[in-house]
């Protein structure tokens, strides 16, 4: 499912601090026929001086079950002075579609964060509107965060762990949970399933310690290991107790203990788990590695298909007029003005697709100001001006081709793959993506480069489409061959249009969809163990980089 971006008001007071909600539920309505409900929780906020609520964020899903522990945490800031109305919306997940309305409603939860802070946890019944049936309970537990940026990066077997599938071995995942002040249990991590053995190996974890200890490495916390059911009901296979501090000691052993084999004379335990190389690291954020110099290249390319129609109609999209900006430009420039001021240089390439250039050959890749030799524009403002004049010669034509323009930018991210640059390709459409199987292709390969990939359609197209690139729940794959990250955010820009004057739509579009970009950015980072430079890095051109490919010209 796919997961929007989320805009409030502006604050006026300052945060006290920072709060972790962490969220389960019992006993859910069931409202798939052939399965249980696949749970999600959505918060929304009522922020300080407004009556209307918020989208602020979604948990994960978890499939087929009525009892969910959520492990993705709401992070909010706290202000006493303030009350900070919450809603919690339960949803069973039907499709991969953002809208709420697209999924079933499961209940909801509304209070106070003020409520919440101070009763530490609360267990409390979910609420159906125009219903009075029993709708399960929420329980909704809070706890400040510290300030920690230390991170957890280990890796964990098990070894001879207990035959739980009557036809196979076992399907053993891991679950972990940190211990509260009342002694109870709040699940924070759940590691992949590991299909099939009884000696898995899991991928390297790497789990923030606000998260599993709120900063106290000898806090207990609690691992159970289980074999996955595909219909929710996970068998345990046991569970061990530990700490950070243990589990940060490469070659530490654990024994995993089932409860109700204890008690047996004969019973020693039901398999191991392994620390096998642990390390502590620093969490680095964003302004980390832009204040140490490293630089992010902006690159544009616009939709020059047919189906935006001729720019001297007033429908069309790319209609130019002296009066106001058309959707292209709303786009260009609200992502623009936010993005130059990272760029040293403020020198952007601008590409165009799926026109028939004034040669009279069609291009999936040409220079905006159509200038062979050279295609940076100086500033957003020299963006703008060679969009202006390339759409009153170059004909729309088409058809809609992605891959061209992910690849050209590729190349360049290709090259720099050491921390220094980061790439963010603008691509603004007003269609459906013509060669899907290549661009999919293509996003899987710059899913291994320093490169992001934002994508802002314009018009009232059918987008559904999109959601396949803008993988938020489900990994990109193709031809055997998986995307290493999620790179794509996808924003139509026609929920933006219907807020206020233009400054307005603009600065809501620019926060939409740069949003996901600095995690983007850091998941490269961490993923390449990449720390910030030590010493501020030079500023430098792009352009004296390697060389600039000629663009393609394919004929129609």
Known sequence: MAQPVYNFPLQTSIPASKVEISVACRDLMNKDVTSKSDSVCVLYVCEFGSTNFVEFGRTEEIKDSLNPDFVKKFIIEYRFEEQQKLRFLVIDADSESSSIKKHDYLGEYECSLGELVSQGATTSPLRCKGSTQNCGSIIVRTEEVLACNDVLVMKLCGIKLDKKDTFGKSDPFLVFYKCNEDQSFTAVHKSEVIKNTLNPSWREMRIPVSSLCNGDVNRTLKVECYDWDSDGSHDLIGVCITNVLELSTPNTTFELKHPKKASKKKYTNSGTIRVEHARMIKNYGFLDYI????????????????????????????????????????????????????????????????????????????????????????????????????????????????????????????????????????????????????TVQAVIEASYLPMSIIIVGVGNADFSAMNVLDADNKVLSARGRSAQRDIVQFVPLRDYLTSGDNAMVQARLAKAVLAEVPDQFLGYMRRHNIEPPKQRLAPQSISSGPPMPQPSVPQM
Not at 321 to 326: E, Q
Not at 329 to 337: E, H, I
Not at 376 to 396: E, K, T
């Open 291 to 438: 204040q140490a110099g490293v630089q992010m290249n902006f690159t544009v390319a616009i939709d020059f298909t047919q189906s935006n129609g001729h720019p001297s109609d007033p429908r069309s999209l790319h209609y130019i007029n002296n009066v106001g900006l058309n959707q292209y430009a709303t786009a260009l420039q609200s992502v623009g003005n936010i993005i130059q001021d990272y760029d040293s240089d403020k020198m952007f390439p601008a590409l165009g697709f799926g026109g028939k250039l004034p040669d009279g050959s069609v291009s999936h890749e040409f220079f905006l100001n159509l200038n062979p030799g050279n295609p940076f524009c100086a500033g957003i403002g020299g963006v703008m001006h060679a969009y202006q004049s390339a759409i009153r010669s170059v004909a729309l034509w088409g058809p809609t081709n992605f891959a061209p323009v992910i690849n050209h930018v590729a190349r360049f991210a290709a090259a720099m793959r050491d921390g220094t640059n980061y790439f963010v390709l603008l691509i603004i459409t007003d269609g459906v993506i013509t060669d899907m199987p290549q």
